[in-house]
């Protein structure tokens, strides 16, 4: 083993990897955005009374939760400009990030709507509450309570899965370490340097959500 | 399509196949090893596989792939791209599953430990006979979710060059030009190998807690 490690090329595209670490956030928010209107969209059709359409959000998230991303996201990115649709690589990768994160999105809200029983909802209107004060309060709280720990973790991998759109060049992280490392040929050291990034974007986005957890969803001690 | 290049697909999803089973494997005597290890009581020894879980569960998968390829050719080793993939999978995968099982290992009651230790069960036998077998039973429906993220996640290979199903149709779809209909078939492939695992899957849920009531 006669190889000496130079993180040169890494340090002279610090300035463009940290920029881009801003991209792979704008992917993330952005994914993270439509998967919730996605989610609660499939959430309130998964309940309609017209049966196809029932039938067509439950086949939606068994075919999105059981192929590649990877497939996803170079099928999108072909189908779209035949559907006369011509985006740029980084919205497509933001519309496939959402479409993969609201299937897994309509299955976690799903669970939480069901976990909040029939006898709370009329328990909190024989209190004499009001309906927004029961639907606040007795519903949205306690169902947010229950999802968020597993809806967050659904986010910071739809997070780390944003390297995958590089598969398309997007515009973030990996894409942009890729071009370094075709360019200087140091695929260790740029790609263990953005792994740490990686680690890091997890990790800050962890504590956040934790953060928000403590502040929003604890139990009122007293 | 012709059925040369449907074939050609076919011989990608053999490949799909085997990684996926050779991560898993790999995957799952390693995950056995750490989630052990997690467990143990040690504290050294559960810090690091904690920190080797917690490194492998924040980075992506992609970046696993690229890092344990190029850093397997800088220290000298030169390797097929199947065996360097096939080890950068198996590293992955002992992570996560380390992690499920460590979670069903500390949901046997506590109970179970003690008694196998009034009864002076030797550690090994306490596992294996007592603590594992109950173990296995919670964390099927997580480990065979696990198996569909993991086939699911061979197809980053491609990325790396390994020509499994998804490089597969990379490929036949830069020949005829129909990357709808090439990436469509692909996609139906994953599916057909990965549904029937979910649902069988999600139906040892409903038993499990069926059975917990």
Redesign the interface.
Known sequence: MNYTLDFTPVIEGMPALLMACLGTFGLALGGMALAIVIGVGGVVLRDSKVAPVRWLVKAFVEVIRNTPFLVQIFFIYFALPLAGVRLDPTPTAIIALGINGGAYAIEIIRGGVQSIGKGQIEAGLALGLHKAQVFRLIVLKPALRAIFPSLTSQFVLLTLTTSVASAISAYELTSVAQRIESDSFRSFEVYGTITLFYLVISWVMMRFFAAISTRYFSYPVK | MGSNEFLFLLTGLKWTVLLSIVGFIGGGVFGLAIALARTCGHALLERITAGYIA?F????????L??VY??L????LKLDAWVAVAIGFTLHASAYLGEIWRGSIEAVPKGQTEAAKALSLHYVWRMKDVILPQAIRISLPATIGFL?QLI?????A??VGFTEL?RA??IVSNQIFQ??LV??I??AL??LL??PL?LYGSHLERRLAIAAR
């Open positions: 490194l569960q924040g980075t992506p998968l992609l970046m696993q690229f890092v190029y850093g050719a800088l220290v000298g569909v699911k996640g061979t197809s980053l491609a990325i998804t149709g990379n990357p709808l990436f469509g692909v996609g994953y599916f990965c549904w979910s």
